[in-house]
């Protein structure tokens, strides 16, 4: 039983590894826009055969200058980012940049 465990286990990285690097050979950064000390990053990619469309957020370390995850989230935007909303929606549904 622990030998098919650790197979399983390679298995399951080995997979995971090819899609990582599928999604790294083909992510493209589309579009980006600074919003509230942010920056939110218009990205695609391709993830098993098909063309995936997602926003991540990222914020500046004032120490290091690094770029780190920052949360986000768009139900939280006030009325006067609607246009922002709308961006992202639309971006993530079918990949129409606005």
Do not use: C, H
């Amino acid at each position: 039983m622990e030998g098919d465990f650790s197979t399983l286990m390679e298995l399951q990285f080995k997979q995971r590894d090819r899609k990582v690097k599928i999604k790294l050979e083909t992510i493209e950064i589309r579009k980006e826009v600074e919003w509230q000390g942010k920056k939110l990053i218009f990205y695609t990619f391709e993830e098993n055969g098909i063309r995936k469309y997602s926003v991540s957020t990222v914020e500046k370390d004032a120490e290091t200058g690094f770029w780190y995850p920052a949360d986000f989230n768009t139900s939280s935007l006030p009325d006067d980012a609607k246009s922002l909303k709308q961006s992202i929606d639309a971006w993530e549904s079918d990949g129409t940049l606005k």
